[in-house]
């Protein structure tokens, strides 16, 4: 069975400092990594995608990918306290190009 | 508006009611998700359809019917309400993989 894991947290980290959300993978084929956002009571939102082996950079936020460690990780620089939600990973499913699995997320906050 | 929409955005619902939540999305997406988020269990995909008229089982099938007549509506039925459907149901789109999620609905089943 596929599965994606991160941990739940809560991340406390505070304003301005580095945080780093981590996620592994089980299924060794998987192509495709995207991290969404999700805001309290809102819906998710993707705020990054990779593809490639090694980091990605947007703005604050940096996905490392590391496909041989099946290890995909969010850095996100300078951290404030609209950066408070819960980080969903998720990994396609290579049986189903149109598919992705979730992992269960992890919340962070950012404290003032 | 431009995008995906969900209704209602809150139900309640007693056990063995029959239940449907609406989906409509404006970009002509081919592909439509329904999933459904509980705390310890994050977002489960309960179908999912990559066009009209196609749709396939998820991870959490069980109780729930769907259909896709339109490529822009995706209804999901819960044919007979258990306690257990208690949750926020989202849908998504994508055209690619990346997926656009509704503002999703909350359910509870008394």
């Known amino acids: 069975q596929k599965e994606v894991e991160q941990n739940s947290g809560p991340l406390s980290v505070p304003e301005g400092a580095i945080a780093s959300l981590n996620c592994t993978y089980s299924?060794?084929?998987?192509?495709?990594f995207f991290w969404y956002r999700q805001y309290s009571g809102k819906s998710p939102e993707l705020i990054m995608f990779?593809?490639?082996?090694g980091d990605k950079e947007d703005g604050r936020f940096t996905a490392q990918l590391n496909k041989a460690s099946q290890y995909v990780s969010l850095l996100i620089r300078d951290s404030q306290p609209s950066d408070s939600a819960t980080y969903l990973c998720?990994?396609?499913?290579?049986?189903?190009?149109?598919?992705?699995?979730f992992g269960p997320g992890t919340s962070l906050s950012v404290i003032p | 508006d431009a995008g995906i929409t969900q209704s209602p955005r809150y139900k309640i619902t007693e056990t063995g009611r029959q239940v449907t939540l609406m989906c409509h999305q404006t970009w002509s997406h081919s592909y439509m998700f329904w999933y459904r988020q509980d705390l310890g269990h994050g977002l489960r995909l309960i179908y999912y359809s990559a066009a009209a008229d196609i749709t396939d089982k998820g991870e959490v099938p069980d109780g729930y019917v769907v259909s896709r007549s339109k490529t822009e509506n995706f209804p999901l039925t819960l044919e007979s309400a258990t306690r257990s459907q208690t949750s926020v149901y989202f849908c998504?789109?994508?055209?690619?993989?990346?997926?656009?999620f509704g503002p999703g609905t909350r359910l509870l089943v008394l």
């Open positions: 998504a789109s994508s055209e690619t993989e990346t997926q656009y």
């Open positions: 299924d060794r084929g998987s192509q495709s």
């Open positions: 990779i593809y490639s082996n």
């Open positions: 998720a990994v396609n499913d290579k049986t189903s190009y149109d598919k992705v699995i």
